[in-house]
């Protein structure tokens, strides 16, 4: 499968809007709507798959592995949260060797002490600004096509204020970092100046329920970032979801119902791929009507 080219596209100059993809439910829903690029988020990722909050608890082995479910299952570029790197450099080099292999066209790694915290949540502490530094030469080196864009985050605004936050994003892309993410920025003015002294394509964090204002594409664009994941969407948008679903079973005992919206059977089937199985099925079984 070709996938598109991120490190073209932000060459070109075209503004990247990337959906987080909580679960492969998701994934092929996506495929149906379209997206060129998605976002593989580390909050969400274990969340789904795990149940337990993004805190550093997940290992390199549980994300990857996700990271190369989701590769395989849309037909986007998938732009991938790889945490700290999953320890020192040796762990970062194995990280960026790995997700690139898995598929991933980005992998964005942060500055946090490991183990990490959600970037919106309290209690983040971070590394010395060389030693992310020194992560982003290995990661660069690492990676084994140039079109494989390294992603450098801080997350340093909590702690060493906005100053702070800037002079790493400066650090790292001095590193060699392809793109910069300035985490949890707290306000519009805020975010215009990080485009403004930041002299790199940027990216910018839509985590709905977050620090950031939530801001649309084209404000986005307008402020100077390349770049917007969208990393809660579709997560919080199938929490609530399944919640009114279940209410509505709970207090009515049925599914059956007006006050419930499902996605519908038939098609879900073709998107997750059943033709495929049946049409099998009936040549090599000579099944006449494999849905019976």
Request: proline fraction near 4%; hydrophobic fraction near 40%.
């Amino acid at each position: 499968m070709t996938r598109p080219s991120l490190k073209a596209v932000l060459e070109r100059g075209e503004f990247v809007v990337a959906p987080g993809i909580h679960d492969m439910i998701t994934a092929v829903v996506s495929n149906k709507v379209g997206f060129d690029f998605v976002y593989s988020s580390g909050f969400w990722g274990t969340a789904s798959q795990q149940g337990i909050p993004d805190a550093g608890i997940a290992t390199y082995t549980d994300m990857v592995g996700r990271v190369e479910t989701l590769c395989r299952t849309v037909k986007a570029g998938v732009i991938a949260d790889a945490d700290t790197g999953y320890g020192g450099l040796l762990n970062v080099d194995h990280t960026v060797r790995g997700y690139e292999a898995a598929g991933a066209v980005g992998i964005q790694l942060e500055d946090q002490e490991f183990p990490k915290k959600c970037g919106h949540t309290p209690y983040k502490r971070v590394v010395p600004t060389q030693d992310m530094v020194n992560k982003i030469k290995v990661a660069c080196e690492a990676r084994q096509s140039p079109e494989t864009l390294i992603i450098a985050r801080t997350d340093a605004r909590a702690v060493e204020g906005f100053q702070g936050a800037i002079d790493r994003g400066l650090a790292y892309r001095d590193a060699g970092a392809d793109v910069v993410f300035v985490e949890a920025l707290e306000s519009e003015d805020e975010m215009r100046r990080s485009n403004e002294l930041i002299d790199a394509p940027t990216m910018a964090n839509m985590a709905d329920g977050g620090k950031t204002p939530i801001l649309t594409a084209e404000a986005l664009e307008k402020m100077g970032y390349n770049l917007a994941i969208f990393p809660s969407l579709t997560g919080l948008a199938a929490a609530a979801a399944a919640e009114r679903a279940l209410n509505v079973l709970k207090t009515e005992g049925t599914s059956n119902s007006p006050n419930i919206e499902l996605f519908d059977f038939s098609e879900f089937n073709q998107l997750i791929g059943f033709q495929r199985i049946w049409d099998f099925e009936a040549k090599w079984s000579e099944i006449d009507d494999p849905v019976s």
